[in-house]
T-cell receptor, first 119, second 115 residues
Framework: AQTVTQSQPEMSVQEAETVTLSCTYD???????LFWYKQPPSRQMILVIR??????QNATENRFSVNFQKAAKSFSLKISDSQLGDAAMYFC????????????????FGKGTHLIIQP | KAGVTQTPRYLIKTRGQQVTLSCSPI?????VSWYQQTPGQGLQFLFE???????NKGNFPGRFSGRQFSNSRSEMNVSTLELGDSALYLC??????????????FGAGSRLTVL
């Protein structure tokens, strides 16, 4: 079974600065997808960014980018120019691309990192 | 385009009762999956439905069940409630063509408290 580990229960950053959230995972598969989801106090999970394991290029979405190290099984999220609205729980998630041909096993989530933005 | 709608948002039950939660996916999405979120265990996959068929189930007891209707709406049921079933239950939908790359769109969740 796959596992996802987020070693930072809480992180704090000054507004406008850059912060990196860590995520490592364990899998024996070579084909999979990785996601970062954000859950603000309103509780609704929102996709931040997605990475396909077969792509070497790191995904970016505006101020959000990842550092995907497949050999090290590491998938960190960098948030640049942090804004107050970035305050939330951030979850790293894994999905197999093999099972059922459609990721039928569901997402495996890490425990989350609580990101605090200091004004 | 309406998002994923979950009802009810909050509910309180007592031990031994049963509960049914409802989820309406995004229009056109045929896959619905359910997750349980607790402070101790985090987010855990319950099951996924596609075209009214359960595709997979997480490691939960048989008290947890679900179904999907022909309009893709889904319900999950928990029977003989236990205190440990208190959680936020999240529903998510994804597009018609199943792929691991599909992004899940989540609803706001149903907060269940068992007394």
């Amino acid at each position: 079974a796959q596992t996802v580990t987020q070693s930072q229960p809480e992180m704090s950053v000054q507004e406008a600065e850059t912060v990196t959230l860590s995520c490592t995972y364990d899998t024996s598969e070579s084909d999979y997808y990785l996601f970062w989801y954000k859950q603000p106090p309103s509780r609704q999970m929102i996709l931040v960014i997605r990475q396909e394991a077969y792509k070497q290029q790191n995904a970016t979405e505006n101020r959000f980018s990842v550092n995907f190290q497949k050999a090290a099984k590491s998938f960190s999220l960098k948030i640049s120019d942090s804004q107050l609205g970035d305050a939330a729980m951030y979850f790293c998630a894994y999905r197999s691309a093999v099972a059922g041909g459609g990721g039928a096993d569901g997402l495996t989530f890490g425990k989350g990192t609580h990101l605090i933005i200091q004004p | 385009k309406a998002g994923v709608t979950q009802t009810p948002r909050y509910l309180i039950k007592t031990r031994g009762q049963q509960v049914t939660l409802s989820c309406s996916p995004i229009s056109g999405h045929r896959s619905v999956s359910w997750y349980q979120q607790t402070p101790g265990q985090g987010l855990q996959f319950l099951f996924e439905y596609f075209s009214e068929t359960q595709r997979n189930k997480g490691n939960f007891p048989g008290r947890f069940s679900g179904r999907q209707f022909s309009n893709s709406r889904s319900e999950m049921n928990v029977s003989t409630l236990e205190l440990g079933d208190s959680a936020l239950y999240l529903c998510a939908s994804r597009p018609q063509r199943l792929s691991g790359a599909n992004v899940l769109t989540f609803g706001a969740g149903s907060r269940l408290t068992v007394l």
